[in-house]
Structures are given as C-alpha cells and as structure tokens.
C-alpha cells in the first residue's frame, strides 16, 4: 500500500498573532506545528501501514523552517518525505497549492492520499479536493471512520441526523476530521530514526512547473486583529432598575433588542 499524507506547518494554535509594520502576520518568535488536523491523517495513514504493509510519504509545501514539521512526522513513523520548497513561487493560494502538490503526488506511487480536512490557520478546505480533481481521482471529506481493503476506500462522516457511509475505488483522497484516532507522540527512537530517512527538497522546475506561471487567483488585501475584548459593567441599583438600565443599554447601544 502507497500511502501520501499531505502536511501543511501553521502556527502554533496557542500563538499570539501581531501583524508587523506592513500590516501583514509577523512570524518572529512564533513557535510553528504541524497542521492539527494533518496530525490525523498521519496517523491514520501509520494505522493504514501497520495493517496492509507498505509505506508513507508526507508532502508538504513551504519554505526552509517546513523541515521541522516533517521530521516530526517521519519522527511519527512516515518513511520519506517531499518538500516543495521554491524562493521563486509569489503569493500561493488554494489553486496554487494544488497544483503544486499534484505535480509532487504525480512523481510517487499513490494508492490513498491522506490530509486533515482543513488547516487551522486558512481554514478553506480546499487544497486536497483540488488536488483529487488535478489528479483525476475520486475523494471523500470528513471522514471520522476509514477502512481500506479489496483496491477500496470505505468511509464514515457525520450528517445532520445521523452518519453517512461513502465507498470508493482506489486510488483517492480522504479528508479526516478531528475523533478519526488519537495521534502518537514521536518516541525518542523514531526522533533519532527520523534524521536518517529520506527528504527530497525540489523547486517547481522539477516538478515540471514554470514558477512565473503559476499565479494566485486570490490574493490578501488586508489583515485586521480582532477587536479586543472590553470588560464588564456593573449596574447600580435595585434589581428593578438595574434591569430596566440593562434592557436600555441593549437597545440603544449594542442595538440587539
């Protein structure tokens, strides 16, 4: 069984974001994980090795510090790894990205691809469906249960009301959800185990891609902080008045009644 895990490195969940003087996310100091929701589709695809045999490639797509994120997931149990890493590519969007990563998928035997459904700092969901549709294969989202067994994909994903079971043919794409399994922490021997496997890093020109034509079709106009919290307002007063000031302020300054 050739298994491909697609991997992205965000931001550390915990991570307080600041923007820098060009109003764009300042990266400096800021601890990067693997995508939480890919740490589900690395061990679904360990889960996947361990029963059919065979083996795991991560593909990831970044620049230089993406290595961290791979040797955790080759420290994890993958076999081997693809970094598509290219000072040349502009603004990369969803379209982008798929692309990119199809050519990388295109060069490797692939009989499951696995991802998280979304990451957790552009939460589109987009990336993985877009690959199975430039790789020509079928793909289900979602998925909290998968079976692989007989060239067949069976999954699980929960509908308003109730589950929905899904069968495909191999090869193609599942998306996983967060409940899917537990991921294992890296063991100090998989660590170690992990600077000796195999990290292939390639430019788009290797994948047979010319870097200036690949053009986001979507580009981030601006960023803004959310609005901080404000604090309470203690209400003097009888119950009575207070509630009559209460239902005052709410209508005439927060203007929801």
Do not use: W
Not at 133 to 145: A, R
Request: hydrophobic share 45%.
């Amino acid at each position: 069984m050739n298994i491909v895990v697609l991997v992205k490195q965000t931001f550390d969940t915990e991570a307080k974001i600041v923007l820098n003087a060009e109003g764009k996310i300042d990266g400096n100091g800021v601890n990067l994980v693997i995508n939480p929701l890919d740490e589900y589709a690395i061990e679904e695809a360990l889960r996947l090795k361990e029963k059919l045999g065979g083996d795991v490639t991560v593909v990831t797509l970044g620049g230089d510090r993406a290595q961290e994120a791979i040797r955790t997931a080759l420290a994890m149990g993958a076999d081997k790894a693809i970094l598509v890493n290219d000072p040349a590519l502009g603004e990369v969007d969803e379209v982008v990205a798929a692309e990119i990563l199809a050519a990388a998928v295109k060069t490797l035997p692939c009989d499951i691809l696995l991802a998280g459904v979304m990451d957790t700092d552009n939460g589109s969901a987009q990336v993985a469906v877009r690959l199975a549709e430039k790789l020509g294969v079928s793909s289900i989202s979602s998925i909290t249960k998968l079976d692989v067994a007989e060239g067949k994909a069976v999954g699980v994903r929960v509908i308003d009301g109730g589950n929905e079971t899904l069968e495909v043919s191999l090869p193609t794409v599942v998306t996983v959800v967060q409940g899917i399994n537990e991921p294992r922490y890296p063991s100090v021997a998989g660590i170690m185990k992990a600077k000796k496997k195999p990290l292939s890093n390639v430019k788009a020109a290797d994948l047979g891609l010319n870097a200036s034509d690949l053009v986001a079709q979507m580009k981030t106009m601006k960023f803004t902080l959310p609005i901080p919290r404000q604090g309470g307002r203690k209400l003097p007063g009888e119950a009575a008045e207070a509630a009559h000031e209460l239902a005052r302020l709410l209508r005439e300054e927060a203007k929801i009644l």
